[in-house]
């Protein structure tokens, strides 16, 4: 039997066991949406932590409600007690960054996308796959435990510092933080094992014809995502270990009695820290540049240097970690070098936020739900990106470090970006995944819902950041000055409140169109990726025979072509393969 | 192997893209090698940066530490690096029995080193010297112990693609298998020549 | 594309070197030279030994370019590591 014949026959008999197919399976497909369903689970954890913490900040000092069902150590009499409340906004960062953004960038589109956009049957490493993905349940499964034991959870903010993290009788938190640390280690395997599969896969499975600049923008921001994660993450795996180890066996590292540096806490987290921004946002850039070109039927206006940006904001992420330390009393002149690799890391973004410009310049535009999240990407980067330039400047951060500013700057570029592009993407690939359309009509309600509610929530955050309030404190009316500015404390909690809300729309309409939804045909968007030449859902597999690539990713309206994309399996003729 | 049994089942009957030159599971090895240097990187940093950064106080190692036993180890384990590449070498050439030796002496070589260390360790604890003897200590046993720990997790996977050789599995010239475990091996040794170095002797 | 054409390194002469230098490690130690010497020594030693490991045993001398490449990658971020927080912690 030929490789070809056997290779079809392959693909129409999958004789696999139901556990097999969708418990324990390697196919890269089930495996992305495995990662969906469980990092949808942990986003509704991290939005309800986000409540509680919302409620304290809006209410101070009223019961919460429901509060009532919480137990009395956690919220006597149903008020969230201040240590619950360093709980909440700890937890509430520990599950939306390392549970909910990185599992959904990453997990589901590194995972579903890369073997079928670059024309592979499947992952370089499958079974090295799976693992990667039931590694999460063991890590979430510690993380969620540690909410309910003696002593409460992590209580340090999700940057742990030391010594607050390292000495229990600090916080009085002690088994929660070991958990912390313990999951946290068990995640950063499952992310190590995930990043090899991508970066090989990428490197040496491209069907013939795709060539490194033949990659969608979205391929090549995964792949130099998981080089980021590949070098930054074992550094938080060896700081949290070290971390574990003062709690536990009496060691020294960040405890000052005996000539441990907390400040070396500080400098190793945040060198894993910041590129950990960088894989946070730029699966996002490259998802939000696939479905802009196609929503916009143009190709992406500077592909090569949207590419060569992305590098380099890679690189210099890794040079940039002491800009989150700039008021910790580091050293001046090593602080000065930060403020400038910084300032200069504006640039590579900068110019991908230009090309996303020049590609919507004259573009044929289709408001779909997916392009209409994409935009809000884009449009929110850009005021998170703008906000990131005053901290980058020291003599400014040591003012608003610490304070609402930089809360704002966070949620507009992880929500405002990430989560944007993630809304963008779910909806933009959800037929290729479930062979099912979702509502246009209820996306689009809950992408209007969404934008409004969500600007309302944040924005206002920056005004409180300069007005002088401090993150992470459980009442701001106990200070004088801060007391005119609670009223938009309350503003905020309300429209956080509707903008959690909002998401049941979303939810209705994901989980109502698995099984009404119209069936999708191979290509609905008529986009030009390797991925919707084959079925949705493609079979196992992928792909009946290996494809040829004969053209760049973003072959839309071509001068002088009937269609207005052109698939890139299409030979040069012009002709349908 | 595993990536032979799962990778093109469908499809690339003709050639793949051009990627770096080398197969599959090396470059997959490598790259989780980097993240091991990465690994490394913050426990072997942190003892620099703890020891000559910050003015802590430290003794010499010298007095606390046994440095001939540890260097002989160190040997040791150098040896069954060598006997690794003499595997893998005799795996190229198809040389059956000659792989099996050398496999068999590097699993020697690695549980011999980690029974010594092990050792040490007991000697160390019972001298008083712990994890919790100030920072010297607690830098000590972090770092050696996950070379320890990556070791015997080498000298595991090391029996494991014995059996496998034994079974004649890399027969008939399919040497990737061995490769692969010995640049984990490789690296493993490479650790220690480094650690050795800043920890025991310096 | 594979386990280039190359003349099979002498294993063993790579092993008697590493013996070598780590006895020379062991003797600078016992020989008590002075501190910076000491120091600068044993660390182009420990180099020394760290990259016949690496481009012999890991056949690296004889790997793709672009294999290098990915092999070099962390090394200049685990010197910026240091180096910079060593500067943090000691000053100008």
Not at chain 1, 4 to 22: L, T
Not at chain 1, 118 to 124: L, N, V, Y
Not at chain 1, 260 to 266: D, I, K, S
Not at chain 1, 390 to 419: E, N, R, W
């Amino acid at each position: 039997m030929t490789a070809h014949a056997e290779a079809v026959a392959h693909a129409a008999h999958d004789d696999r066991s139901f556990i097999r197919k969708y418990v324990f399976s390697t196919d890269h497909k089930t495996i992305g949406i495995q990662f969906l369903f469980l990092s949808l689970f942990f986003l509704l954890v991290g939005g309800l932590l986000a409540m509680g913490i919302r409620w304290q900040l809006g209410f101070p000092g009223q019961a919460m409600p429901l509060g009532g069902w919480l137990p009395q150590s956690v919220a006597p009499g149903g008020v969230v007690a201040p240590k619950t409340y360093n709980s909440l906004v700890t937890m509430h960062g520990t599950f939306m960054i390392f549970f909910a953004v990185m599992p959904l960038l990453v997990g589901v589109f590194a995972n579903y996308l890369i073997p079928l956009k670059i024309g592979a049957p499947d992952m370089a490493f499958p079974r090295l796959n799976m693992w990667s993905f039931w590694l999460m349940i063991p890590s979430g499964g510690l993380m969620l435990a540690s909410l309910f034991v003696l002593g409460g959870s992590s209580a340090a903010g999700w940057t742990v510092y030391a010594p607050l993290s390292a000495t229990p009788d600090y916080s009085g938190v002690h088994l929660g933080q070991q958990l912390w640390c313990l999951s946290i280690v068990i995640f950063g395997l499952s992310s190590l094992l995930g990043s090899v599969n991508y970066i090989t896969t990428v490197v040496n499975l491209r069907a013939p014809g795709m060539t490194w600049f033949r990659l969608p923008l979205s391929v090549w921001a995964l792949f130099i995502t998981a080089v980021l994660a590949i070098l930054a993450v074992p550094i938080l795996a060896g700081a949290v270990i070290m971390l574990l180890f003062d709690q536990t066996i009496g060691t020294h590292f960040f405890q000052p009695d005996v000539g441990g540096q907390p400040l070396m806490w500080q400098h190793l987290f945040w060198f894993f820290g910041h590129p950990e921004v960088y894989i946070l946002i730029l699966p996002a850039m490259g998802i939000a540049s696939d479905i802009i070109a196609n929503g916009a039927r143009k190709p992406i206006f500077g592909y090569s240097s949207m590419v060569y940006a992305m590098i380099a904001i890679a690189f210099l992420g890794f040079v940039v970690w002491g800009h989150h330390m700039f008021q910790s009393g580091m050293n001046p002149t090593l602080a000065s070098t930060f403020m400038v690799s910084t300032i200069v890391i504006a640039v590579p973004s900068a110019i991908k936020v230009f090309n996303w410009l020049g590609t919507l310049w004259r573009g044929n535009i289709h408001f779909t739900t997916p392009m209409l999240n994409a935009l809000a990407f884009v449009s929110m980067f850009i005021i998170g990106g703008l906000s990131g330039i005053f901290m980058a400047s020291t003599p400014v951060d040591m003012y608003i470090h610490g304070t609402y500013f930089i809360v704002a700057h966070i949620h507009y570029v992880l929500f405002g970006g990430s989560l944007f592009a993630v809304f963008a993407g779910i909806y933009f690939w959800y037929p290729k995944m479930f062979g099912r359309q979702m509502s246009e009509r209820w996306g689009k309600v809950h992408f209007a819902l969404t934008f409004v509610f969500y600007n309302l929530t944040f924005f206002p955050m920056h005004i409180l950041g300069i007005g002088g309030e401090m993150r992470r404190i459980y009442d701001p009316t106990v200070y004088d000055f801060l007391r005119p500015l609670q009223p938009i404390n309350v503003f905020i909690t309300i429209n956080a409140f509707l903008l959690g809300l909002s998401q049941l729309v979303f939810a209705a309409n994901f989980i109502g169109s698995l099984f009404k939804g119209e069936k999708a045909e191979r290509n609905p968007w008529r986009d030009t990726g390797l991925e919707w030449t084959t079925a949705s859902p493609p079979p196992h597999g992928n792909f009946a025979e290996t494809p040829h690539v004969y053209h760049g990713p973003y072959e839309y309206s071509v001068p002088g072509m009937d269609d207005d994309f052109l698939p890139v399996t299409t030979p040069p003729t012009g002709r349908a393969a | 192997m595993t990536a032979h049994a799962a990778a093109p089942s469908v499809g690339h009957a003709a050639p793949a893209q051009g990627g770096v030159g080398v197969y599959t599971q090396k470059v997959g090895m490598w790259v989780f090698l980097v993240s091991e240097v990465m690994f490394f990187t913050a426990l072997i940093g942190s003892y620099i940066i703890l020891r000559w950064g910050t003015g802590a106080q430290w003794p010499d190692p010298r007095t606390v530490l046994a440095i001939p036993i540890t260097a002989l180890n160190t040997f040791i384990l150098i040896c069954s690096s060598v006997s690794m590449v003499k595997a893998y070498a005799a795996a190229t050439r198809d040389d059956q029995a000659g792989l099996k030796k050398w496999l068999l002496l590097t699993v020697l070589g690695g549980a011999t080193f980690v029974s010594v260390q092990a050792y040490e360790y007991h000697h160390l604890i019972e001298k008083g010297f712990l994890p919790s003897s100030g920072v010297f200590g607690s830098a000590f046993y972090t770092m050696t112990g996950f070379h320890g720990f990556h070791v015997t997790c080498g000298v595991i996977s090391m029996i494991w693609v014995t059996v496998r050789a034994f079974r004649g599995r890399y027969a008939g010239g399919n040497y990737r298998g061995v490769e692969t475990i010995g640049l984990y091996w490789h690296f493993v040794d490479l650790v220690w020549i480094i650690l050795f170095t800043i920890v025991y002797l310096i | 594309m594979e386990a280039a054409e190359h003349k099979a390194p002498n294993y063993i002469a790579i092993w008697g070197m590493l013996a070598i230098l780590t006895v020379v490690e062991v003797a600078i130690v016992y020989f008590r030279l002075p501190r910076r010497l000491t120091v600068v020594s044993l660390v182009f030693l420990a180099l020394w030994k760290a990259l016949l490991v690496a481009l012999y045993f890991m056949h690296l001398r004889f790997e793709p370019k672009r294999l290098l490449y990915i092999v070099l990658a962390p090394l200049p971020l685990a010197l910026i590591l240091v180096v910079a927080v060593m500067h943090g912690f000691r000053g100008p």
